[in-house]
């Protein structure tokens, strides 16, 4: 009987162990998931004004863009530099040098894409940021 109690109680305890062990799923904010050096894939821009369409794509391989904790961005395209700042609003949105307010379509730990469009009556500009880290 005393081997059975010792086997049940030494089961008990070594699965509190392992459970114990177990690691927890750290689910990071927004600001967390932004924060980070960027890697530019695309940039597609796309207006339609006074009936003329027009569509240009950058593949930015040389442009990073960095977004620190302290709400500046700082970006790195083949050398030339710039520093701008930027804001959350939520989970969704993100303004950057706070006029232009991108939508937050995909935020991952290495793929981000923003979203921007402004309408005026028929007229609109739009544009599609692809990043990965």
Do not use: P
Request: net charge negative.
């Amino acid at each position: 009987m005393k081997n059975i109690f010792h086997s049940l109680l030494i089961i008990t305890l070594f699965s509190f162990l392992f459970s114990a062990c177990k690691k927890k799923d750290v689910q990071l904010t927004t600001a967390e998931k932004v924060q980070g050096t960027w890697q530019l894939q695309t940039d597609i821009y796309h207006e339609f004004i006074n009936g003329i369409d027009q569509s240009d794509t950058t593949i930015g391989a040389n442009m990073t863009i960095e977004f620190r904790n302290d709400g500046k961005v700082y970006s790195n395209n083949q050398g030339q530099k710039d520093t701008t700042t930027y804001t959350l609003s939520g989970d969704t949105q993100i303004i950057i040098d706070q006029d232009q307010i991108y939508q937050i379509k995909t935020l991952t730990s290495n793929s981000f894409i923003l979203y921007y469009k402004e309408t005026q009556g028929a007229d609109f500009s739009e544009e599609t940021i692809t990043l990965k880290k």
